[in-house]
């Protein structure tokens, strides 16, 4: 290539004055854009292996509860993809105590998207108004907060606590119908998972729209 | 071939000769000078390394009996704990060693922030102290989630879908850094690889490069004067500096025995401190279905876990008018020259508006994220003549005082349940803490400064 003819092995090291030789300025800049090419193209199995496994993706499967031993005014806990799903019998007071405190809530109406299925669009957020089924993680960081069903002044809520659960964490209440009240660092209700009860009533399957026919 | 001229001779010169052993001894230890007049202050950085070496050593020996994974790792702490022979003497020390990092890193920091040790030319120093800092605070989150005790879990599970809270990409993110839709089996085995091979070796070159810097610059001391700009002996040295090694190598060994008292006495009489070493819902095994009633992190984060607890919808109102009035008195001052006039109002005012636009949750965690990464800016913040608080104004060392004040109070309110007291209190903390850092370029350069000494002040004893 260009090199000075007179540079030589013997007369030393290369001649600190030469001018840069602009074919080997292109071929030093190829090889370390190819180089760094390949590195990122090497980064993404790595980054990639971070993902959920096909196995964590496969462990999703709809559980069963059986719902028919479950008196009023208590709560069931079931694990589905690793999470506690609560499924509650409210009382025909707790129903109607609900809508009073509307003007408490950050999400009264459950519009935010996301976390409300179609058919849990209304007061009580359920399909059968007496049975709301929620995912137990609070959507401020993913606590699972406690049930405080009993009504009125008690450490750590307002006086005028109308029912629901208390997130041990941060301290976002809930009502019973898994919405959000105010001001908390909470942001949203709890969601409510896709379920369907069984014809006779008396079993729910969670992770479903439609209960499966078992012939 | 001609090998390289050294003074020593025998097995040293002939190492020497291939490997500078001696110059790296003289350059780091007995012809390393550090100012003269150093307090019991300069035990903390000496001490955080000992601590490192004990966390690296005990954890070598923790790992031999250890099981990531998440059917026999609460178990495999247990056997360690009761089986084998001497296996809760490591272990203690792995833990009290976890929390006794930050009690040294933190007085270390403090110094830093008394001495002015961050300022020019001192600033890469304090960089890479703070980036030691994040790796700590990895370490002692990752490590946490190894027991697979309750504690674990649910910090583990809040501390994850914090990064949920970013716009956009947050959910899917946290799915990334969980590997599962849960923190799983998968998530366990993740962070024991970044617990014990990742950080630690981000950790050790950035405590290399820590020295490195710190032997290149030269050590400040209590005046924040440069011996460096003083007096010289005849062979150039400066007079007001003394050899590392012997004197502060067995200065050093006298904090060393002082620290190793409180050591032992915390690992075998108190190795859980009531709770705030090793947390008492952590001898529970973790259970995804049941939060304890009450969780709060290891003591060393509560003073940020506080700050995100802080930010309720209500306080970013607080927050997004501190950013509106910033924005205009930038503004109105014209300090800034050019585009940067207009440009850094109009990012302020955009932050104002956002922080109303996204969730409060989203700005909880920058308030946390923020209060640590603002220590990166802190040698930029500061504009005070004079590095020493001997030399500040009596008030500054009263603003001092309520900053170590406000972060201890932070400190004790995250670990407290919430109730509308302590949230008001964690906001008026999270406040203080913000403006004494934002304002810093303010407040720093008001007063009445004392004159600073040519030299140190050292009374020979």
Redesign the interface.
């Known amino acids: 290539m260009s090199q000075n003819p007179t540079q030589s092995d013997e007369q030393g090291a290369v001649d600190p004055n030469l001018p840069p030789d602009p074919s080997r300025r292109f071929w030093v800049a190829s090889a370390c854009t190819l180089g760094g090419v390949a590195g990122v193209a090497t980064a993404v199995p790595f980054v990639g292996s971070?993902?959920?496994?096909e196995k964590?993706k496969a462990a999703?499967a709809p559980v069963e509860a059986d719902i028919s031993n479950l008196p009023e005014g208590q709560m069931m806990?079931v694990?589905w993809?690793?999470?506690?799903i609560w499924i509650v019998h409210r009382t025909k007071a707790e129903l109607a105590d609900l809508p009073k405190h509307d003007a408490e809530l950050a999400d009264p109406k459950s519009q935010r998207p996301g976390f409300t299925p179609q058919f849990a669009e209304n007061e009580w957020r359920s399909r059968k108004p007496e049975y709301f089924i929620c995912i137990?993680i609070c959507t401020?960081?993913?606590?699972?907060?406690?049930a405080h069903f009993q009504t009125g002044a008690q450490p750590?809520l307002p006086n005028d606590w109308p029912g629901g659960w208390l997130?041990?964490?941060?301290?976002s209440t809930f009502d019973l119908a898994g919405r959000v009240f105010?001001?908390?660092?909470?942001?949203d209700n709890l969601e409510v998972p896709p379920y369907a009860f069984s014809p006779d009533g008396s079993h729910v399957m969670i992770g479903v729209d439609e209960y499966p026919n078992k012939a | 071939m001609a090998e390289n001229n050294v003074e020593t001779t025998g097995l040293m010169g002939w190492v020497d000769r291939r490997f500078p052993l001696t110059k790296m001894f003289k350059e780091h230890m007995s012809e390393y000078y550090a100012p003269k007049n150093f307090n019991f202050w300069y035990f903390f950085g000496s001490l955080a390394l000992l601590v490192l070496v004990i966390q690296v050593v005990t954890g070598i020996f923790l790992v031999m009996n250890y099981k990531p994974d998440a059917r026999f790792a609460f178990e495999s702490v247990e056997y360690i704990m009761r089986e084998v022979p001497g296996g809760w003497f490591i272990r203690y020390m792995h833990s009290t060693g976890a929390s006794m990092f930050f009690v040294v890193v933190y007085l270390h920091m403090l110094r830093g922030l008394f001495y002015g040790s961050y300022r020019k030319p001192r600033e890469l120093v304090w960089i890479f102290g703070v980036g030691i800092f994040l790796c700590l605070m990895g370490e002692a989150f990752f490590g946490y989630l190894l027991p697979w005790g309750q504690m674990s879990y649910w910090g583990a599970q809040v501390i994850v879908n914090l990064f949920s809270a970013i716009p956009f990409i947050g959910p899917d993110l946290s799915l990334w850094i969980r590997g599962d839709y849960v923190v799983s089996d998968a998530t366990l085995n993740r962070f024991f690889s970044f617990h014990v091979i990742a950080i630690p070796l981000v950790l050790i070159g950035l405590v290399v490069a820590h020295i490195i810097a710190l032997h290149e610059v030269g050590s400040n001391n209590p005046d924040g004067v440069e011996i460096k700009q003083g007096p010289k002996d005849k062979y150039g040295r400066p007079v007001d500096g003394i050899p590392f090694h012997p004197f502060y190598s067995v200065h050093d060994i006298v904090g060393v025995a002082g620290f190793l008292i409180v050591f032992a006495a915390i690992i075998f009489f108190g190795p859980e401190m009531g709770g705030y070493f090793l947390e008492y819902n952590n001898f529970i095994p973790a259970d995804p279905l049941k939060t304890p009633p009450h969780i709060a992190p290891v003591w060393y984060f509560t003073p940020f876990y506080t700050m995100l607890r802080a930010t309720t919808s209500d306080f970013t109102w607080v927050l997004s008018a501190a950013a509106a009035v910033a924005a205009l008195a930038l503004f109105a001052k014209g300090k800034l020259s050019g585009i940067w006039r207009l440009a850094v109002p109009a990012i302020l005012i955009i932050v104002a508006i956002l922080m109303k636009t996204l969730d409060a949750k989203f700005w909880g965690v920058v308030s946390m994220g923020g209060a640590v990464v603002i220590l990166f800016f802190l040698p930029w913040l500061d504009h005070s003549p004079v590095k020493s608080i001997r030399y500040r104004p009596s008030w500054h060392k009263v603003l001092y005082g309520i900053f170590i004040v406000n972060f201890l109070i932070l400190g004790w309110l995250g670990t407290q349940p919430v109730n509308a007291t302590f949230t008001l209190m964690g906001q008026i903390g999270t406040v203080i803490y913000l403006a004494f850092f934002l304002l810093m370029p303010v407040w720093s350069r008001l007063g009445t400064f004392k004159p600073v000494p040519d030299r140190v002040t050292f009374r020979a004893h």
């Open positions: 971070f993902a959920p496994s964590a999703g806990v694990e993809r690793g999470k506690p137990g401020h960081l993913g606590c699972s907060p406690t750590g997130c041990p964490c941060h301290g105010k001001n908390k660092p909470a942001p």
